[in-house]
């Protein structure tokens, strides 16, 4: 059973940056895409930052040119750069993996998650 596990969320000022880590475990599958999903109060889940098996990048338009996603597969962790934080960034920060060549920006599609990590930006 794969495992994902998320750290370093925290209370940050409006253009500050944080850096999220995702710890994964367990592989059972030849392929995996990684991806983090965010959801604030009241709001849907929202897919922002996607990784293929073979290291192609999507990025949803509400942080696209802020936010980089990354990863080091001797570590089996994955990365989310976050910069130029807004208070609308505010949101409960999760990571997800999926079995398969094919990102999907839909989270019903992702199999595994982590428990998330609060993100709180101040005005």
């Known amino acids: 059973q794969l495992q994902v596990v998320e750290s370093g969320g925290g209370l940050v000022q409006a253009g500050g940056s944080l850096r999220l880590s995702c710890a994964v475990s367990g592989y059972t599958y030849s392929s995996y895409c990684m991806g983090w999903f965010r959801q604030a109060p009241g709001k849907e889940l929202e897919g922002l930052a996607f990784?293929?098996?073979?290291?192609?990048?999507k990025y949803a338009d509400s942080v696209k040119g802020r936010f980089t996603i990354s990863q080091d597969n001797a570590k089996n962790a994955l990365y989310l750069q976050m910069d130029s934080l807004k208070p609308e960034d505010t949101a409960m920060y999760y990571c997800?993996?999926?079995?398969?060549?094919?990102?999907?920006?839909?989270?019903?599609?992702?199999?595994?998650w982590g428990q998330g990590t609060q993100v709180t930006v101040s005005s």
């Open positions: 997800a993996s999926r079995p398969g060549p094919t990102i999907q920006a839909t989270p019903k599609w992702w199999n595994y």
């Open positions: 990784m293929d098996p073979d290291g192609r990048i």
